[in-house]
């Protein structure tokens, strides 16, 4: 079972527009939230990451905006690029380090 | 600074063969741990330690060992190779800041067992 939901599993986004991946979790015992951006061939590797106590981080052009009573969190990035092109883990974790990660997003840039 | 170091990037295996991944890092973390990718379904822990001496299991345990005699190296056994455990293998570090578990990965292990 998985403990934290992550949509859509693919998403193609024009250059220059908003690419938008949602993530919901179940544990209300998670209390760090990160995404990480992981390239073909290449280990995941942390993109910017939230605690519950706030409800935006905006890091350039990515933004997570976290919402806790409906248990929800999203990364947005603004002015994509062909270079955004990866995929894209939501994770959550209480601070012991067992981190659970969703499924995952693949994220295509077209040009 | 290598970071987390994987070995080897990648193998065959027949079934009912035992192998070891190897994984070392020079970030003197306390934390490991080893994850698997599959496709949909994210990365899934199967092992961690918190210290040299101390391992435990994650979310998908069976069938893989572990041990960790030194902070640096945390490798994963492979006890008799089954074609489900076919994946991604990846190891990583992590250590406990302010704000949370920042987790470093290896580049990943690419495994089929045929």
């Known amino acids: 079972q998985q403990q934290v939901k992550q949509s859509p599993q693919s998403l193609i986004v024009q250059k220059g527009g908003i690419s938008i991946i949602n993530c919901a979790y179940e544990n209300t015992a998670f209390d760090y939230f990160p995404w990480y951006q992981q390239f073909p061939g290449k280990g995941p590797a942390l993109l910017i990451a939230i605690r519950p106590d706030v409800s935006e981080k905006k890091e350039g052009r990515f933004t997570i905006s976290f919402n806790k009573s409906a248990k929800q969190f999203s990364l947005h990035i603004m002015d994509s690029q062909p270079g955004d092109s990866a995929t894209y883990f939501c994770a959550a974790s209480k601070f012991d380090n067992d981190m659970r990660f969703g499924a995952g997003t693949r994220l295509t840039v077209k040009p | 600074n290598a970071g987390v170091t994987q070995t080897p990037k990648f193998q065959v295996l027949k079934t009912g063969q035992s192998m070891t991944l190897q994984c070392a890092q020079d970030m003197n973390h306390e934390y490991m741990s080893w994850y698997r990718q599959d496709p949909g379904m994210g990365l899934r822990l199967i092992h961690y330690?918190?210290?040299?001496?101390?391992?435990d299991q994650g979310e998908v345990p069976n069938g893989y060992n572990v041990s960790r005699s030194t902070t640096e190296d945390f490798p994963l056994r492979l006890l008799s190779a089954a074609p489900s455990q076919t994946s991604v293998y990846f190891c990583?570090?992590?250590?406990?800041?302010?704000?949370?578990?920042?987790?470093?990965f290896g580049e990943g292990s690419w495994l089929t067992v045929v």
């Open positions: 990583a570090s992590s250590y406990r800041g302010s704000s949370g578990n920042t987790i470093y």
């Open positions: 330690s918190v210290g040299a001496g101390i391992t």
